[in-house]
């Protein structure tokens, strides 16, 4: 998971460090994505943009859970499947 703080921290979340987890057998996984800005809408867009910029990507396609796209990459002579999950979340509040 990871903060949607700028277009660098997105992108690394995938390529490196996702893919740096994944074993030879994996073919999916999720990318947890909490977003604390207001519009949650295009900072879905924004940041959907900079995950199909990764190196490797084949296509995106719609989920089955609305706002929640689909990239398929191709990563070490295999193809995985990684599901943008975007949460918005509220900053906390400051006491």
């Known amino acids: ?7 660098r921290v997105i992108a690394e979340a995938v390529d ?4 740096g987890y994944l074993n030879v ?3 999916s ?5 909490l977003v604390h800005q207001q519009s949650l809408q295009r900072t879905r867009e924004t940041y959907t943009r900079v995950l199909e910029s990764v190196v490797g ?3 995106t396609r719609d ?4 706002g929640w796209p689909l990239l398929t990459y191709e990563n070490q002579g295999r193809m995985v499947e990684v599901c ?11 006491q």
């Not at 490196?16 to 893919?19: D, K, R, S, V, Y």
């Not at 996984?29 to 994505?33: E, G, R, T």
């Open 16 to 19: 490196p460090q996702l893919f």
């Open 84 to 94: 943008a999950a975007f949460v918005h979340v509220r900053r906390p509040r400051r």
């Open 25 to 27: 057998h994996d073919t």
């Open 1 to 7: 998971s990871k903060k949607a703080t700028s277009h």
């Open 29 to 33: 996984a999720v990318v947890l994505i």
């Open 63 to 66: 989920s089955i859970v609305e």
């Open 57 to 59: 990507h084949q296509r």
